[in-house]
Nanobody, 126 residues
Framework: VQLQASGGGSVQAGGSLRLSCAAS????????MGWFRQAPGKEREFVTA????????YYADSVKGRFTISGDNAKNTAALQMNSLKPEDTAVYSC????????????????????WGQGTLVTVSS
């Protein structure tokens, strides 16, 4: 399975950006797809995830109400709409996926994911 991420870039505080991630490689799989981010000098942290078949989502508290994840189970894609961006959102964002059954808080655990895409840089200036 390969993950292809796109989007990202630079924006001023308060602005919006959209990231996309597409999974390919298996014809009939259902994924949980998630986004993690890593800021310079910091640990990787969970952002949000979605179960593509059920539509269930899970968000980190730091992005609730500002970020929205959506998915298309037929296309094995997930999108992350980021609004009201803050300088502290600046990080390299990576998408991840798993075919395992993952629920609730476990969607926020990096070790639950088997496949990772390349990171995309999001820079938010003040």
């Amino acid at each position: 399975v390969q993950l292809q991420a796109s989007g990202g870039g630079s924006v001023q505080a308060g602005g919006s950006l959209r990231l996309s991630c597409a999974a390919s490689g298996r014809a009939s799989s259902s994924y949980v797809m998630g986004w993690f981010r890593q800021a310079p000098g910091k640990e990787r942290e969970f952002v949000t995830a979605i179960n593509l078949s059920s539509g269930n989502t899970y968000y980190a508290d730091s992005v609730k109400g500002r970020f929205t994840i959506s998915g298309d189970n037929a296309k094995n894609t997930a999108a992350l709409q980021m609004n009201s961006l803050k300088p502290e959102d600046t990080a390299v964002y990576s998408c991840a996926a798993t075919e395992r059954v993952v629920h609730g808080i476990f969607m926020g655990v990096a070790g639950a994911y088997d496949y990772w895409g390349q990171g995309t840089l999001v820079t938010v200036s003040s």
